[in-house]
């Protein structure tokens, strides 16, 4: 039985110019984000929901 250690958590993002990227994000905002919600990343910071 695994422990979830090694579970990651993609989205697929579109970026302003439209092209698409995968980028893996932290479990809390994995289970926070629906279809159109829009993720902000900062220098420095993790991902976050705008």
């Given at each position: 039985?695994?422990?979830?250690?090694?579970?990651?958590h993609y989205?697929?993002?579109?970026?302003?110019?439209?092209?698409?990227?995968k980028v893996?994000?932290?479990r809390r905002?994995?289970?926070?984000?629906?279809?159109?919600?829009?993720?902000?990343?900062?220098?420095?910071?993790?991902?976050?929901?705008?």
């Open positions: 039985m695994t422990d979830g250690s090694n579970m990651y989205v697929e993002i579109r970026l302003a110019d439209g092209d698409t990227a893996r994000v932290d905002l994995w289970k926070s984000v629906e279809a159109g919600d829009r993720i902000v990343k900062r220098p420095g910071a993790d991902p976050e929901k705008a």
